[in-house]
């Protein structure tokens, strides 16, 4: 696989642990004490999408409502709200896959903000129809940090799949 | 003709189609939801994922604990020196009400006694300390540090120095979620102190509180103190809960706006007190009887004419 489709390069295959490693990461990262903090993205919804559009075939819906279930745990929230929004970000990630990757990155990011509005939209239309109590338009800022997130994330996630370089002549590949 | 229908087996190996696998995903988050939501049975699976997920959320809540107490630390002494006087200060104040506090309470329950009246309850408690906020934004809730294992039981109030901060609704096996008295809708039955009257006091979500259903013309000033009335078998009567801070009176309505803002350090992290759980109170004598338990009783006896019906 190439880092965008219209790449030359070609990337090693992923490692099913580094795809655990990097949700458990952003589970942390998510329980993390800056929570409240105006504008921190949702790390899990952001590294979900992500490998849902590489590894769709790895990271599928399942994983999204078990991590799901997590969050609504920790958070305190009531259960389904997450997992309702991370099975429908997956799923529509995972149908997205093969459109958005012949993309170059800002492109890529710029797709991805609707569906991680939409992550946002669907619990905030759940828990106002159930008399939440909205939290404010800075809700919607997390989505917007997490979509230019997307290029380093990407970079980042990528990194154990490069290739040196300089490749050794003998090889075949 | 039936050998037509028949698909050829398929090359690759694959799950079920995914818009099956989201129709059932979404169809089980939307189950849960409602289930947690009004029958509130989920709370065994909560306790059970909580166990997973709450070493780790300590974990994560350690870098900002840390930083909290280099910060005490680094503290100058001359400020710990001042704090230390305001302290000594304020107890020297308080000391002649303290000293005679336990004078004044045996004499209290001889004069009670003596006049045929139900004890005062002691109010008695345990300290827990907030470890943190939950994240959910769209309530106010905080996490503290005693759970099943501390006999903590849902419903508990929770107060801090200087007055009603929540109550437990959730309870892990080491920890517990205390919804704080702001949250959107969590209502505390309160008596004002200057002139006695009872009323519900509701959170607002925004840090503030609302006092609902107050005629126009209600007795009420800015600046009077809500103390818990004691009537709801939850919170012991007398802890201050709120201060009126701005009354909307406005005829084309029936009811008066009365905003309050919460005496206790409500959106404070710190140290707070469970207390213990009040002795349950007689039951209420029955209620007369309405439409709505006519109709109940109707639809009892429906169904045991069904049960009747399938046993035949």
Known sequence: MQPTYSSSRILLPVRPWFIFLSLIIALVLNFLPTAHWPGVPDWVALVLCFWSVREFRRVGMGWAFA???????????????????????????ASLSRRLLWFPLAQ??????????????????????????????????GPLIASLLWIPATFILLLPQYQPVEQDPNRPI | MGGIEHAPPPFFKRGPAPLALLTLYIAISIALFVVDLRMHSLDLVRQSISLLVDPVQRVAQTPGSLVDYAANYLQGIQVLEAENKALKHAQLNTAP????????????????????????????????QILYTA?????????????????IIAGQPAIDEAGVVGQVTRVFPFSAEITLITDKDQAVPIQIVRNGQRSVVFGLGNGQLELRYMPANADVQVGDVLVT???????????????????????????????????????????????????ALPPAPPEAKSRGGD?????????????AAKAN
């Open chain 1, 67 to 93: 991590l799901g279930l997590l969050m609504d745990v920790a958070d305190g929230a009531v259960l389904g709200q997450h997992c309702f929004a991370y099975v429908l970000l997956a799923y529509l990630t």
């Open chain 1, 108 to 141: 890529q990011a710029l797709q991805v903000l609707p569906l991680l509005l939409l992550c946002q939209a669907v619990q905030l239309a759940m828990r106002l129809l159930v008399g939440g109590d909205f939290p404010g338009w800075s809700y919607f800022v």
């Open chain 2, 97 to 128: 009400d303290l000293q005679r506090l336990a004078q004044m309470e045996a004499e209290n329950e001889r004069l009670r006694k003596l006049l045929a009246v139900k004890e005062r309850e002691k109010a008695q408690g345990q300290v827990a």
């Open chain 2, 135 to 151: 994240r959910d934004p769209f309530s106010r809730r905080v996490i503290v540090d005693k759970g099943q294992q501390s006999g």
């Open chain 2, 229 to 279: 009335s004691g009537l709801d078998s939850i919170y012991l009567p007398g802890f201050p809960v709120a201060k009126v801070i701005n009354i909307e009176r406005d005829s084309a309505y029936s009811f008066a706006r009365i905003f309050c803002a919460p005496i206790a350090g409500v959106e404070n992290f710190g140290e707070l007190m469970v207390l213990a759980p009040r002795i």
């Open chain 2, 295 to 307: 109709g109940g009783s109707d639809k009892g006896l429906r169904t045991k004419k069904k049960r």
